[in-house]
């Protein structure tokens, strides 16, 4: 970590930050959820920054990877609970944040992973184990009553890297990687009403590219190129060049070129809220860049 890095994860935190806040006012019972997902993409590239993942806008029950399709129609209703998960990166250091957003009366459950993610944060010193951020979010979300999300964990970030060590876990646990001061990585508390775990829906609409191989059909071909300048970072179905996804998209899956991303959720009508920052540790505790 030197000062030009860190200030790129602080370039990236503030626009993630400022984006967030200003799109979660947006959602609203009527709006059209193409068209928040549209927007707020549209915003980060604006500010001369690039999505580390495509906006994820997660309803209710589902607590992660989903995100518009082509001619997407759902708006926005009565009672929905919505995660709005944001990536933002510049020149590949990313910042992840996350809110959840209320259209019912669901104001505890909100408070519990809000209160979890400010929890683990004041817990952060290099030296403690990863496991202890996991103890303060569960106290926090099973103290309002609610389970946190025993199969989902924070993750570590680096350039073009989404996912990495350390994991930091939403239950408490005595093993896991140690704080070290430079770290860089998310933590993201889900509180649920639900089981506690989550499993995998059909719906896929996010991919990310694994490793490179000969590809023979054209269609396939074309998604390759235009998904180069990702580096390995997430991309939506509705990125793509239309010519033949049905076939290309697949065939690349099997190949094992691209990973696909399943939307994860909790068992049928439960809820799940969501908050998240991007912290780097420092020496006495932490700098959170997406605050």
Known sequence: MNDEIFEKYREAGTIASTILKDGAREIREGASYLELVESIESRVRDEGAALAFPLNVSLNEDAAHDTASVGDTRIFKRNDVVKLDLGVEVDGYIADT????????NSLLLQASEAALDAAIRTIQPGIIAGNLGAAIQREIESRGYRPIANLTGHGLDQYVLHRSPSIPNIGNMSGPVLEEGMVFAIEPFATTGSGHVGEKTRKEIYSQISTRPVRIPAAR???????DRKGLPFSRRWLPERKLDIA????????????YPVLADIPGSLVSQHEHTVIVTADGCIVTTR
């Open 249 to 260: 998209l697949p065939s690349l899956i099997r190949s094992g070129v691209l990973h696909e």
């Open 222 to 228: 074309t998604i390759i190129e235009s998904i180069k």
């Open 98 to 105: 996350a809110t959840t957003i209320d259209l019912g009366d």
